[in-house]
Structures are given as structure tokens and as C-alpha cells.
């Protein structure tokens, strides 16, 4: 195993005289797509000499730019071969810090959820008006697996920020903390007397801004999980023991942010009454095009209907055969499903945007979102001072009545700013405006990938280990705790304590336990397992024999025990069934992605025996768009993952400009090689 730093020759660029004459300029029995796009293009690469100030986005610029703190990746080593950090290596030896002024353990927690957020990305022409490109495209694909993702970011984001405040009040109501309530009531109290509210809340907030060590003195900082929301004192955490300090359930985690991950995607699981769908993870749009699995297995979503038909038939008001109403209210519940979706990822996206302003990650700057946002208040302060309670209630009640009975003139004003400024509700947004320039937690993800390119110096994926996280107390500092709580109860409550049973249990307990029900489900799962493990066995027969479905399913299952040791450069990968390395050239002008078939499974290193051909070879800048496909379709990989307890190997999807696709299926690092894929070229992409 190379250590960190090691230096991979990535074999250098493949140009079209390397390969067979019948494939030059032309892919082998690729399907195509059309695009409309510009025959020339002129985005920059983040290896291009021209000036920073001609890069694509705010985020290319960033990438190339020259930082005063850095990190690992940030150290360019002049060499046109790519270095590797630490990419199969655990976080122990990983270079820390890989960017200047962030954790590894923050940066890997962006890109895991970045990973569980992209799905399927397009290269655009237009300018993104707030400067980072990586925006939600209008006519962005629905499925219940993408509702599940936004609504898991809602959980991480607004959910949790929320709570924490109203955590914060609750310790403040309490008195249990005398001398901090004391100081609050005192200000306010004070400033009621002289009618000084509003101006003393603006100029807080302002403090509050552009002051950060302020925060902490007025809002000391406590583990989620250590404060009742009730009574604001000291708890026992749900999970029994203090193993993470930003969850609910206070549950151990091995790298941080894995608690609250594991919490959002239980907080959606436990709606399953009201999106089914969505907790089973349907995403469509992911599956092969076709799957003989996935068409025989039944679609679990349609349990909950079939659910309902059973109960009014035993209930004696069977539906009527003729019932109209049905297929209408599905049809229609569906179609409503985009747009809430879109209001969900919007206000994640408002609220990551106004924490990375607050307080600003490497590289964006760190002073000036926080000084555009207190400047905004400043004239609020100044105005608040000179309005009496009596003005403000007159001026909200005439904007009341305007807007209940000035729908006219509302609506002849929007028509005309429709004909002369087609796009002014865009240009109106927050992120176009006072947020302008302040990313989102992918904007930020893809910037950070971005700058590790720019350097070729690719960012090691997160760290992955199937071992549970122990189970004890994470390190807490008792004297930095303003909680009204000595040493022993804080001890006492942070410690392993199991939790308590619910009442269900303690009745279950005392009756007879029957194991009929677990021993039908374990002949099930035998049985399906070995129906899957004979349908796999034969598509390797059908391969053999050109079925293009069958191919697809060669690899998708890897064995148990099987390691693969890939990246940065090489990833191991089957393309029409064949084994293969994708390969990532960057050590010439021309960064290009090619596949090399191979016999070997992977060593992290180019084979370069002078055997392997390349099959084909796409320069990165070529690339249009880039989808996660599944490699079986979703009702199958439910029912596959269920029998055999292994994880399916998904593939990529690579459509070039000039509507080319290369699919790529089998690939254990599927979500690494699309993070370098995405980060390598000039492209400003737009999220589908």
C-alpha cells in the first residue's frame, strides 16, 4: 500500500491514434443524444494559464485561486502526475488539514452528504447570476428518492438549527443559569422603559453578525441531546450515552456528522404512512433502461393502496369498481410533488446559505457576507429609533389592506416588469443579492473538490468502515458547561445507560415467544437469495451470447470478501460487461477520461503493461452531462440488498456534447469518480 504522497503516473493522454481506426472520432455501439449546444466553448480548466478572472464561476476562480492558509491539496508539487493523499489509507494517515482552515472530518462530512445529494448534473451555457454555478434547474426530475434527500438536508439544516434555538431559550427561561438570564432581563427591561425594543434587538443582531465571538457569550454552547427542551436543564441523552454533540439522540458516531445523518434518514423513514415511496428510496430515473429483475418484483409503493382496498373490503364498504376518483387524485398528488420538493431544497439551500455567511468555510471570504448582511440592519436601527409603536401598526395596516384590495394595480405592475425585466423575480433573490457569491454545502463541496483538481492533488473520499462506533461518551470539557449541573450529574447522565423499553416490549416479554413467524422469513430470504444468486449466474450465460441487459448485471455484486483498491487515478469498472479501469488523464494539456480493458481488479496504480487497450476516450471539457444510474432498478435492489445483505455496485452515466453516451456500470467508487468528474473541467453544471 503507497503512503500518502505517493505519485501515480496516470500513463499520460490517449489521443485518438491509440485506438482501433473503426473507433477514431466515434464511440463502440454507444447509444446517442442530441444537444443543442455551442460547437465551441469558452470555459477555462482549472489547469488553464489564463487569469483567474476569466473562470467560469465564482468557484473556478476560487479553485485556481492563490490562499494564504493551505492545505495538503493546496500544495501544488509541480509535477504533471497526480498525487495521491491518502486516498486507500485510513484518516489517521490522511494529511490534516487536506484545505487550509477546515478539519478533514468537516470536509469529509460535506462530501458524504454532497454524494447523497447529487444525483445527475448537466453543463450549461448561462451565467449563473449569484457567481457559483451547481443551482436546481427549474425543470428538475422528481423521484421519492430525491424527496427523501431534501427532506434529510431539512432535518440536518433548519430542523437542528431550530431545535438548538429553542434549546437556547429554554436554558434562558429556566434560570438555571442565573447571571446570563439576569443580563438578558436587565437589557430588555431597561429598554422596554425607554421604548428602545426594536433598535436593541437590531443592534443584538448586528453584534451577533459581525462579531462572532459574541455568540458564545450570550449563547454558551451545549450538546443537543445533554438539555431538556422542557425544563432547560441537564438530561440523559435518548440514546443512553453522550456520543455526539450536534445530534438529537446524543448516538456515538465514528467521523462527525454520521449521527445526524443516521437521525435524518430515520426522521424520514418514520413518514412512511404519508410518502411510502419515499422511504423505500423509488428513483426511476437512476434504473437501467432495461432490468428483467427489477420488471419481475413487485412494486412495494403500491402496498399502502392495496392496504387500503383490503380494509374497506373487510369493513363491508368495498370501493367501487367505477371509482373515478382514484387514478385523478394519484395523478394529481404526483404532479404536486415537484414543486414541494423544490420549496424543500430551496429553504435548505436559504438556510445553508445564510450559516456559510455567518460563518464562511474556506476559501470563500470570511468578513464580507458578514458585513453586507449587518450593513442591511444598520438602516433598520437608525429607522426603529424614530417610529413609534402607533406608526408601525398604521404602516403594517395600510400594506395589509393594499394587498388585500390592490390586486389590480399588483397585477399591472408585474405584468410590466415582465415585458421589460423578464427575469427581475430571479434577480430579486436572496442568493443573487445580499447572498450573492455565498455558497450552499454543495457549492461549498464542489469548490473544495475543485481546488484539490486545480492542484492535481485529488481529495481523499471519506473514510468508510463497517464497524459500529463505540460506545461511549464523546470528550466534554465540564468546566466550560454554563448548565445548572455538577460533575457528577453530568458524568452520570453522558455514560452508557441502556435506554428505556417501551411498554410494548415489557408486554411482549412476559408473553410466549413463537419463532414460526422468523423461521418462514428466514426460508424466504434463503429462497430469494438463491433465486437471485442463480438469475446472476445465468446472466453471465446471456452475456456470453450478446444480451446488452445481462451485461449490465456482470459485477453488480461483489462477493463479501472482495476488496477493491482504487482511485485516484484508475477505477475499477466493467463497460458492456467487460472488465476495465476508467482512466483519468491529467498529466497533459488535454485532461481526458478513457476505459482500458483489463484483467486485473484494481490496484490504486495505471497498469501500463502495454497490453491494456483503450476502448474509448473522452476529453473531460467534451463532457455534457453525468448521471448516477443504479446497477439494478430499484424494486430489484430493494429485494437484493434484503436476501443477500451486500451492497450492489451502481454505475455512471457519461454524455458527451456531441450526444455520445458511454455507460459504465460495476464501479465500487461510483460517487468518487463523479466527484472528480464534475471538479476536473470548466464546466458551470447545473443539477437535474
Known sequence: MPAPGYVFRDGGPIPDSDLPPEQVGSPASQDTRQFSTPSSSTLNTPNSSKSTLNAATDSHALAEADHEVKGSAQLNHSEPEVKDLGWNESPEHVPAP????????????????????????????????????????QEDEFSPDKLRANIERLYMTVIIGLTGFGKQIARLRSWREPRRTAAFMAAYFFAWAFNFIMPLLFTTVIVLIVYPPSRTIMFPPAPLALVNSKTGGIQSPRAGVLGSHDSLTGAPERHR?????????????????????????????????????????????????????????????????????KQPMQDAMWTRMRPVMHVIGEISDGWERFANALSPTPPFPEDKPRRKLAALLVPAVVISIFTTSAMFMKQTTFLVGFGFFGDPVIWRAASYLNRKFPNWQKLLELRNTILRGVPTNAQLTITLLRIGEANKAPLPPPPRSDQPPPDEPKSLNHDALTLDASKEEVHE???????????????????????????????????????????????????????????????????????????????????????????????????????????????????????????????????????????????????????????????????????????????????????????????????W
Not at 558 to 569: I, L, R
Open 257 to 325: 456528522g454520521e449521527a445526524v445523518e443516521q437521525e435524518a434518514t430515520n426522521f424520514v423513514s418514520s413518514f412512511a404512512s404519508i410518502a411510502l415511496s419515499s422511504a423505500t428510496g423509488k428513483h426511476e430515473q437512476g434504473d437501467p433502461e432495461s432490468d428483467s429483475i427489477n420488471k419481475s418484483v413487485p412494486d412495494p409503493t403500491q402496498l399502502a393502496l392495496s392496504g387500503s382496498d383490503a380494509k374497506d373490503s373487510a369493513s363491508g364498504s368495498s370501493r367501487p369498481e367505477h371509482d373515478k376518483t
Open 493 to 687: 447522565a453522558i455514560h452508557a445507560n441502556p435506554p428505556d423499553p417501551p411498554a410494548t416490549d415489557a408486554l411482549a416479554q412476559k408473553q410466549p415467544k413463537h419463532h414460526h413467524g422468523s423461521r418462514v422469513l428466514a426460508f424466504l430470504k434463503g429462497t430469494t437469495k438463491t433465486g437471485v444468486e442463480t438469475k446472476l449466474s445465468v446472466d453471465k450465460v446471456r452475456a456470453t451470447v450478446g444480451s446488452e441487459d445481462a451485461k449490465n448485471h456482470l459485477g453488480i455484486l461483489p462477493k463479501a470478501d472482495e476488496q477493491f483498491t482504487s482511485g485516484p487515478v484508475d477505477f475499477v469498472a466493467r463497460y458492456k460487461g467487460k472488465k476495465g479501469h476508467v482512466i483519468l488523464s491529467t498529466s497533459a494539456s488535454v485532461t481526458s477520461v478513457s476505459f482500458r480493458k483489463s484483467s486485473s481488479e484494481g490496484s490504486g496504480q495505471l497498469l501500463d503493461t502495454g497490453k491494456d487497450t483503450p476502448l474509448w476516450s473522452i476529453p473531460v471539457e467534451e463532457i455534457q452531462e453525468l448521471k448516477k444510474v443504479g446497477g439494478l432498478g430499484w424494486k430489484a435492489k430493494l429485494v437484493v440488498g434484503w436476501a443477500t445483505d451486500r451492497q450492489v455496485s451502481d454505475g455512471l452515466e457519461i454524455v458527451t456534447k456531441g450526444g455520445e453516451v458511454y455507460k459504465i456500470t460495476a464501479v465500487p467508487l461510483r460517487d468518487e469518480l463523479f466527484n472528480r468528474l464534475i471538479a476536473m473541467g470548466g464546466q458551470k453544471w447545473e443539477s
Open 98 to 137: 487536506l484545505v487550509g482552515g477546515l478539519p478533514n472530518e468537516e470536509l469529509w462530512m460535506l462530501v458524504r452528504r454532497f454524494n447523497k445529494q447529487m444525483y445527475h448534473v448537466k453543463a450549461t451555457t448561462v451565467v449563473p447570476p449569484g457567481g457559483l454555478d451547481l443551482e436546481v434547474a
